[in-house]
């Protein structure tokens, strides 16, 4: 039992002790006399060592060298603790960076707008830059949820938006590389300098039928304008109608002629002239071209999306697209510009049509914006108002209401076409003019424009008043 008890007290065997010269010591006392009794085992243990035994055991642990590792494990022991201090010396460089990335792909992509040519490209360019800032940090962020999640969302998207994985990036600082032929470029350049996270705002414009006018203010009119009208002149583009009347002793016309200016600007295109005429849609500029601009990314061009009867224009250098459509035998356009472009012009120019509306002379509507106009005037109630052989009010609201379910001022316009043309295409014109402006318009909100009351707040639009306004304005039609 004493020979146990010296054991515990001494050092155990095995562990490592620290390297340098040991102590001289005394050397170890003879071993004691064996005693005659063997040592109490007790149940289940082994014979307790003889103290000769822990003496040689303490002599031969003080004889071996410090070191308790094999020498390779050692070695790599060591080469962790230097690569662990080598991490930390360096733990600023070689840092997650996912949070840079993703705020570049905020910046790169904050200004734009989905519903605008040219998204799907640029949109495109900033996922393939995010992918790569991904890659060039995917060493640094290993285990990190916020990169591993970044990675699948750029897959995805990648995949949404039919993204190659090839190809140019978005520069994250677009200052220095913005494309001066592209205009949601360099004005996402000039927001970025200015602070300002608000992307540019967009106009509308569209004309059809009788002919219907959407202005850049959605303000709706109904107008007379016989002959050449200017719709748009401003220092970037030009757009001329011509009206001709559709019956005979009315004052309802038509447009049969379009004519578009894209004029000159810098480096990006020469000045490029559209003609349309009934019967006459070509997919080409006057100088047979389809194209304006060099290089493969054309900044001016047109796309035929039905031979004869719907074209587009898309001028990326102004951020402006365009649309003319042929309905049975008279033109329809719709147009949307960003708003600085569309205000820069002369005072000299300031009739235009989409700008500042219809000259108060020829309107033929209240000018309120809608074409069931002139509520108040208490005229007779009829059901069966017939203004063309083939229509009464009843029939045109059903073959409109099939069309365009929607009771706005759009199916207005229908029905009235068609009470004073007898014209049956007058319903997909005005189909398709609500189409244009789902297409283009910036704001869903002010898609459909709704008839107002004379203190402007919102108008039920009851069959009553859809009655009596077109049974006065018809009238006022065909005096």
């Not at 960076?97 to 799907?120: E, Y």
């Not at 995805?156 to 140019?168: I, T, V």
């Not at 009208?229 to 009206?243: E, H, K, M």
């Not at 001028?315 to 459509?325: E, S």
């Amino acid at each position: 039992m004493m020979a146990r008890k010296k054991r515990k007290r001494g050092a155990p065997p095995g562990p490592c002790r620290s390297h340098g010269p040991r102590p001289a010591t005394a050397p170890a006392p003879p071993p004691s006399p064996e005693p005659t009794r063997p040592a109490w085992t007790g149940m289940g243990l082994r014979p307790a060592p003889s103290s000769a035994a822990a003496a040689a055991a303490e002599v031969e642990q003080r004889r071996r060298p410090g070191l308790c590792l094999p020498p390779l494990e050692l070695l790599l022991l060591l080469l962790l603790s230097l690569e662990l201090l080598h991490a930390g010396d360096c733990q600023q460089p070689a840092q997650c960076r996912i949070q840079k990335c993703t705020t570049d792909f905020v910046s790169l992509t904050s200004h734009l707008n989905s519903a605008i040519d040219g998204f799907d490209s640029e949109f495109c360019k900033a996922l393939r830059a995010y992918a790569g800032c991904t890659q060039r940090t995917s060493k640094a962020c290993r285990g990190n949820l916020v990169y591993h999640s970044a990675v699948l969302g750029i897959s995805d998207l990648m995949s949404q938006r039919n993204c190659s994985k090839d190809g140019p990036t978005s520069s994250t600082n677009p200052e220095v590389t913005h494309d001066p032929c592209n205009y949601h470029s360099h004005a996402g350049a000039r927001e970025h300098r200015r602070g300002d996270q608000n992307p540019p705002n967009y106009l509308f414009c569209g004309l059809f039928g009788d002919p219907h006018l959407r202005t850049f203010k959605d303000h709706f009119q109904t107008c007379k304008v016989e002959g050449a009208w200017p719709l748009i002149d401003n220092n970037y583009l030009s757009v001329q109608v011509t009206n001709v009347p559709v019956v005979p002793g009315s004052s309802a016309t038509a447009t049969n002629k379009i004519t578009i200016i894209f004029k000159a600007h810098h480096e990006c295109t020469d000045q490029k002239v559209y003609q349309a005429v009934t019967d006459d849609l070509p997919a080409a500029f006057v100088d047979g071209t389809t194209s304006g601009g060099d290089g493969d990314a054309k900044s001016l061009r047109i796309v035929e999306r039905e031979s004869g009867h719907y074209v587009e224009m898309h001028a990326l250098y102004i951020g402006t697209t365009v649309f003319v459509r042929q309905v049975g035998r008279y033109l329809t356009l719709a147009i949307r510009m960003p708003e600085d472009l569309a205000m820069s012009y002369e005072e000299s120019q300031d009739l235009q049509l989409c700008m500042n509306g219809c000259p108060v002379s020829e309107r033929i509507d209240d000018g309120q914006g809608q074409v069931s106009a002139i509520l108040g005037h208490s005229l007779p109630r009829t059901s069966l108002v017939q203004a063309w052989p083939g229509y009464t009010l009843e029939t045109a609201n059903t073959q409109c209401h099939e069309k365009m379910p929607v009771k706005d001022i759009y199916f207005q316009s229908c029905v009235f076409d068609l009470l004073t043309t007898g014209d049956a295409n007058f319903t997909a014109a005005a189909h398709s003019a609500l189409e244009d402006v789902e297409a283009l318009h910036p704001r869903k909100e002010r898609w459909h424009i709704f008839p107002s009351s004379r203190n402007g707040t919102p108008h039920g639009g009851s069959e009553l008043s859809v009655s009596l306004g077109l049974t006065c304005l018809i009238l006022i039609v065909f005096l």
